[in-house]
Every structure is written in C-alpha cells, then in structure tokens.
C-alpha cells in the first residue's frame, strides 16, 4: 500500500522528450494539514536548462511569475505558477519536525531571497531530493546537514560553468538594480496568494509604549573636530566626539578623515606620525593584494575557475550598482572601474568570504565618502570584519540579528510583537534586507551615509542598527494593526515602504527606546536577548 501511494504522489517521465523530469503532487505554498495553496511540485527541461516550478492544481489564478525578469510568462491552460530557472537556485533546505507527519521545503536563490514554504509528507520529500539530487550537482553543506547547495554562486564552490555577461543585456536596467524587480516581484507574489492569517483587532488596539522626547544635535563640524586633537595629533576625548557623531552626523569636509577613524582604519589613540605610517604601508599592502590577479595570465586564468567565476559575477553585479546616481552614470565611469577592482582585491584579502551579492552596495556609499580606491579598500575591509558575518553561507550572523530585533520588540512592545506572532511574521522576513545592507535600500545615499555614521559612532549602543529597526517597525505598528493586516500584507507594506521613510523621525524613535531600553530592562534580560544560539538561528526560517 505505501508503494502504491508513493507511486501516486511520485510522477517519473525520463522519456526522450525531455520535458518532465519528475513531479510530486499535492503539495501546498505556504500553509500546514489542509490550509495553503495545493499544486504540482516540479523539475522540467526547456532548450536544455533545468526549471524548478509549482502549479496551483485548484482552478483560480492564472500566469507564470518569472522571479529574474519581474514578468509575467504565458502558461496556456495553467492555475496559478511558480517557475525558476535551476541555475539562478542557490539551496534548498529541508525542516521535519518530529511531532507531524508533514515537512516542508524552502529554496533560496542566489538573490538570497527565499520562495515561498512547500510543505508535504516526510516520505515525499525524500524521494524530493533524492531526484534532485540525480539531476543536479547538489552537494550537502558542512554548515547544516538539512541544507543542500544546487549552484553556489554566493560563495563559488561549484565546478559549474557560467559564461561571460554580455553588456548589451543589462544596459536597460541602468537605473534600476535587478534586485529591486525580483523583490519587488515577490512582494507581489506574496500579496496576489491572499491572506494567510489575519488576526481580528476591533475597536481600539493598545496604544504604542510612551517613549522618552528626544531630538538630535548639531554634529561634529570641522572646528569642533579640528580642537579635539593634541600637539601629537592624537584626539583628546573620543567620547565626546562619539557622542557628538551620534547626536548630529559628520560634516561633508572633514568625513573622509572621520570615517576612517569610525570603522577602525586608524586607532583613536594614535597620533598624526602613526596614522601616516600605517596609511602609507596600508597603500603598500593593496597594490601587493590587486596584483595578485591583475598580473594573472590568461592562461591562468583559465585554468582556475573559481577566480573566474568570482570575477564574473562581481563584473555582472557591478555593472548594475546605483546607475542612477551621477557617479555611477556612465559605462565609462572611473568609480565604477574602482568598484570593480575593490571587490577582486578583497576577494584575496577575504579569500574564504570571498564575495557575496550586496558587497556591492556596502562599497558603494564608502567610495562616496572617501574618494580614494586604497582608503575605500580598507575602510570597506574593516567595516566588513564588523559586520560581515551576514555574508557567512550559514546565514548564522543575519539570523542571530533577526532574532535580536524580534526580542528588542517583544522586551520594548509585546502588545506589537504578539499581533506579528499571531500572524506568523516573526521571522521578519521583509527586514532580511535591512539587515544585509544596513537599510542602505531603504534610504538615498546622503540618508544613507549620514545615518551609517550614527551607526558607527556606538555611541548609545554598540548594536543600534538593531534598534533602528525595531523603530521602523513600531513607528508603523497603527498601520499594520490598525488595518489588520495579515502575514502577506506586512509583508507588503514594509516592501513597500523603501525610500519613503523619514530618517530624522526614525533616529529619534530609536534613540528613545535605546534610551527605554536601558533604563527599564533588566541587566539579565539584557543578556538573554544579545545571546543568541547557533541552534535558535537555524530555526528563524
């Protein structure tokens, strides 16, 4: 009888037409037992590329979603579909929970952004993967045995071949980054599925927790900052000119000099002799990095793939980074040259980390601010031991965040992060990217720099960032309970939110709950909330 029912679930067509390679039916998107969306489960063959698709099996919807161009696919015939190309896949990852008979997948593409949960019986999902497996080069990850690489094109392990980007092929999305229309597109996805829960609030809900009135001061300008060094040039009080960064940002004329202090490039204790020193050996140090591949022959380069991969992806990410920003404008443009080689260099610099998609967009605003590819370099190396470990592949650094920002809530409103876990959208899924970028999406550049500064200066906090993201979301708490807003519609309304925040109002908001948070918190439910397991991480998802 189980051979029979797995028959039945199990559709195998390794016929000579080479379409179907395998299928699983009754699989649900996003929803447990017999709640969610129920469909097909898929791998196909088209001109010999590989898909991984689902098809809603229940008559509604219609039209295929192509999650890299944002575009709706014709599909004669079809319900509602999801459909991705094998290559763009980065993993799938596998959750059995003991207590139930049912499990469920989620797949991540190299955009890092996750698909929607395909949940069905354990017995099925082994054979899942054991198809996969036959069609495609997916290795076990050394992270999380529950973790399977298809392409591993974050990191580059994959012996997979990539050929050359052609130039002709992004000039139309100048001004518009690539990742923008596949987050924009899955927001969409999400919001067109329905409501997943909504949890009734009539009448009046709890108001938000009265908070401290705070407002920001003037800034570090060049004659405060030029009084606080020495005769030796070394600074006489970092405090205050921490606390005056925190209070105010950094002026435009004197930035390049304050940044490299912020990030650690120089010590705050040295003295004008010994930062001189250590930038002229810094300067040593890279042109020694970069001409570790720019002197690589081309018969070298062939014969290494990884670099090669690497380098390709890096010259296809740079290619649409801020187009729309003067600097970046042209095909031309010396910044966009600097952008490029940085990345190489600190792929040998970081050789484990190597590069990771959203590197990009770090880089960016520290190019503005220093002008200078060797400055840049360092002041970008440093800031990425501080806040790398979001790039780690196991995804422990984003996910110990999230689950931080989830306790800041729960600690400061627990009325707002109740409603969240009723609805299920404690996992924050649309914060991943504040988190991965430090909002740098979420803002313009000038908002962007000037509020890295507050987040450099830990000043009120060492993890502000974290704050500045609770902020966000109780800044918004009336309208998300206030219209009920279900799992899908939070999801869309924060999406939606980039680019239309007020900075000023938000810095404010999260300095009163630091401010909250320090005075009403108990010293050990403040290290509960910043100690955070391996094991939790790898339940967030």
Known sequence: KHVMELQEAIRWNRSDTGKTIFSISRVRIDGKGSSGLEGDLYVIEEKGELYLGWTRTQPDLTGFVDLETGRPME?????????????????????????????????????????PFFFHEKRDMAFFFTALGDCTDMVQSIYDQNVYII???????????????KPEKYKPLIGEDMTNIIDEQLSTFHASVGAFHVLDVSGEFEKAPEMPSIERGSGLTKKIWMAQFDEAGRIKNEFMVRETIFSGGVAA???????????GYWPWDSTQEEREAISAQKRLEYHALKEQ???ISPQQEANWSKFRNRKLIIEKDVWRTDRAHPYFQEDDSPYIKMLREILITYTFYNYDLGYCQGMNDILVPIILVQDNEVDSFWCFA??????????????????TQLTQIVRILKCLDNTFYDYLRMNEATNLFFSYRWILLLFKREFNITDTISLWEVFFSKHRHEHFHLFFAV?????????????????????????????????EQLLNLATALCVSYEMTTDEEVKRSIFTVSEETCHKIR
């Not at 896949?89 to 469920?104: D, E, H, L, N, Q």
């Not at 392409?151 to 980007?165: G, H, M, V």
């Not at 004329?253 to 912020?262: A, T, Y």
């Open 382 to 399: 440093y800031l990425m031991d501080e806040y790398g470990s979001v790039f780690n592949k196991n995804q422990v650094g984003v996910n």
């Open 471 to 503: 902020a966000i979301l109780i800044a918004y708490r009336s309208d998300v309970m206030g219209s009920s807003m279900g799992f899908d519609q939070i999801l869309q309304f924060f999406m939606g939110m980039s680019g239309k925040y007020s900075l």
């Open 253 to 263: 004329n004197i930035r390049p000099e304050v940044w490299k202090f912020l990030v």
């Open 151 to 165: 392409n591993d094109f974050l990191y580059l392990n994959s012996p997979r071949k990539q050929s050359a980007p």
């Open 75 to 115: 599909a004669a015939g079809t319900a509602y579909n999801i459909k991705l190309a094998m290559q763009e896949i980065y993993s799938v990852k596998r959750f059995s929970p003991r207590w139930t008979g049912a499990a469920y997948i989620i797949v991540t593409s190299c955009h890092s952004l996750s698909l």
């Open 293 to 295: 591949w720019t002197k």
